[in-house]
């Protein structure tokens, strides 16, 4: 979800059964595939961004991206406020106009991380003004604004006729979420997609702003749309006939925001086949009514060596009323989709109602949100950058049970989608399952699974602990399909209660954990704590908050230690 969704996911909450949860963190770790598959350690990946005050130091809902014809790069990406100006007293608002689309580089599979810094519209020193950015560069500029909801994606660049190929070099693709710059319509309706480009990421790592093109606005808007979660992708294989082509799903919210019995929601894939600079739409699923039946939401998108493309999200079965993860299929390119299919294995939503929010939480009272716990991920072992290798090997992980045991599900295929292996949960014995995301290496030998976790129940009160973690994992493939998996990384764990959402109310976490691999490593992002300070002051008037008592709301500044609020991007 975009940071500044918040209107629209507190009327989604109260239609749609259990679909919530929070983003205050972003990690990343690369794991190198030695014999033993040897655990790594982390490295900050977000070191552009301060460890103080709230809410500069806040970031969460992570992605990456690997550059498959050059494996050594890696990109990330976050919603990170480094850019905001930080409370005034006990307000702590988004920032009119500043940008949270935080982007990060590293062209050492990992090792270390460059953060860098542009000029944009910034509120570092308190007062709005043009100055240093740490996040996507040329919104202000075009009138725009970015509004996170990252996703990253590696495909080959076009030449001076519209050929791809490698040889051509690389480009980064960057969908996010952005709204108009204060008193300005550069474009209609509440929130849309927009997708940046680079190929020169060298450059753009050093900080050049002229290493990206404009950003392109992709979705098409009425004055009621407010398009959200959205995912980006390139054909990356050479073996594809629709090699070069770029892909990109999002929901497409009609109404919601002018009156709560208007929220019709279809899922929209838009196609590119010139690199990025134009698009074309389509309506993949029906625009259904969120109060009859959730539409599919959460969407993931992946193409196989022979061009074949992938969407993925979770909704409801409009006959039994219950929630599965459904595949809607492409075969040529994008210029045509097949009817939604239903992956058979119904799912639960983990969580607990948290009347404050109006949505569920899964840590304890005043929690993160967790409304995409049971959205699907997926990757697919396409062979790229040639597709020589492939074995089109499909893998899904989603997060399914109750909050009580909330499973951490590993799910494959390896016939395009038509069947599917047992659901069988993944993760430590101990570990209460959050966000989850896999990646498969290119050749298919090799799966990653990292998934955000709690270690403790779900707390009745905001007094006691809490601990939240990230873990890696990892399982060999053999002709008989994936084998058991081991634990390669744990990170070190927070307190989840140092998090926060601006409003103060309820800690903030995200939407998503994220992965990628190649032939020798693997790399994830999740959210996390460990640097995250938990405020008791915070803590009682949230409890407060959820009983109806009088505690009047902190100043985080001068009520709460000076660490608050911070989440982080680490790598390995």
Sequence with gaps: ???????????LLSLISFVVLAGVLVMNLAFQRPAAHAASTDVLVSNGSPSTPFPRNKQNEPAIAVNANHPNILVAGSNDEVDLAPCVGNSCPFTPGVGVSGIYFSSDSGTSWTQPTYTGWSARSGTPGVGPIGTLPKYFESGLVSDGDPGLAFGPSPDASGHFSWSNGSRLYYSNLTSNFPGMQTFKGFEAIAVSRTDD?????????????????????????????????????????????VYLCWASFRGQEISPNAAPAPLIVAVSRDGGQTWTQHQITAAANNGQIQPLDGCTIRTDSKGNVYVFGVGTDPTTKQHFEYLVPSTNGGQNWGRPILIPGALTHPGEFDPVQGRPVQDGVAGARNDLTWAPSVDIANGAPMGSDATNRIVLTYVSGTTAAPHVVFRESTDGGTTWSVPRNIETPGDFGYYTAP???????????????????????????????????????????????TEIHRGLPGDPRGSSANSLTDEFLGDYVYAAATRTYGAAVWNDVRNATDCPAVDAWRESLQNGGSVPKPAPGTDCPPTFGNSDIFGG
């Design 201 to 245: 990421v060298a450059a753009a790592a050093a900080g050049s702003a002229d290493a990206w093109m404009n950003p392109v606005l992709v979705s098409k808007q009425s004055s009621t749309t407010f398009s959200d979660k959205e995912q980006v992708w390139a054909d990356n294989a050479s073996s594809s006939p629709f090699f070069g082509n």
């Design 439 to 485: 990646a498969i290496s290119p050749n298919g030998s090799d799966v990653y699974v990292v998934y955000n976790a709690f270690t403790t129940p779900f707390q009745p009160t905001t007094s006691t602990p809490r601990s939240l973690v990230g873990v890696v994992l990892h399982a060999d493939v053999a002709s008989g399909g994936t084998s058991a998996f």
């Design 1 to 11: 979800m975009s940071l500044s969704s918040r209107s629209k996911v507190g009327f």
